[in-house]
């Protein structure tokens, strides 16, 4: 019978994430992953072809928690909640963040893109039906909201945000309500 493989993919996949989370997605190489784990390269490559696939695994977990922190966030507090778990997961976790949002390596490929997701299809369609708004007008106060709250979270990513969690939850409500009723307002001409 064989031996048991020391170094599975998840073990591989999970000390990896936790270099990125630490220094970034530039921090990962075999040799340096290798040294992490206390192997020679060989168990890396015997579970992932190349290292644009580990990374690309990486990618996806960063994702996959991302996702996690958007869903929570819809369930505590609807669209306000997903803007400020936005901003708690760059806060928290800016290394991911930067890997997600910041970074050429795994990019959407336009705005456009982003609007026609279909996940944010979805939450322009919660936006119409809580705010009485048109699709046309949601759309708008999705991005406005999204623009806003994109700001906020790449300055806490860079650490350049002084601003606390109130503070910052203020200032997305503002924006949330003040575009809201210029577009109810426009609407209702």
Known sequence: MAPKERFTEEILLDCAFEMVKKNGIDSVNARDLAKELGCSTKPIFRVFASMDDLKYAIYERASKLYNERMFQGLHESSFLGMGLAYINFAREEKKLFELLFLSNK??????SDLLNDV?????????SK????????????????????????TM???????????EIESILKDVFEGVKQKLLNGENK
């Open 156 to 166: 806490c990513a860079t650490n350049t945000c002084d601003l606390d969690s109130s």
């Open 119 to 127: 996940e944010n299809q979805g939450i322009i369609a919660i936006i």
């Open 106 to 111: 795994y990019k959407i490929s336009s705005f």
């Open 130 to 153: 809580l705010t009485g708004l048109t699709q046309t007008s949601a759309k708008t106060l999705f991005i406005d909201i999204w623009l806003t709250t994109h700001g906020i979270a």
